[in-house]
């Protein structure tokens, strides 16, 4: 996906809960490039302009994995915390 695709996605996917501003959106992927966890390749968009598109290294899905297995460590840890005793 380009950026504003990926962007767009987020806001879809978590039903307008999460909107990522573009000023966030464009240098952390440009982080996780350098990290070289996303390899980035130019392209034309639907709408026929020049688009930088993004996608998932083997590197950056094993992140991607790590990340998602400590969200849910975490996220279920704060979920007990907040129940009523």
Do not use: C
Not at 24 to 32: F, I
Not at 36 to 55: E, H, T
């Amino acid at each position: 996906m380009h950026g504003y695709a990926i962007a767009q996605a987020i806001q879809r996917l978590s039903r307008d809960v999460l909107k990522v501003e573009e000023g966030a959106l464009y240098p952390a992927l440009h982080r996780l490039e350098v990290r070289g966890l996303l390899r980035a390749q130019w392209g034309v968009s639907d709408n026929n302009r020049r688009a930088k598109f993004y996608s998932l290294t083997t590197e950056g899905r094993r992140e991607l994995e790590r990340e998602a297995a400590s969200w849910t460590r975490v996220s279920t840890a704060i979920t007990r915390v907040m129940q009523p005793a």
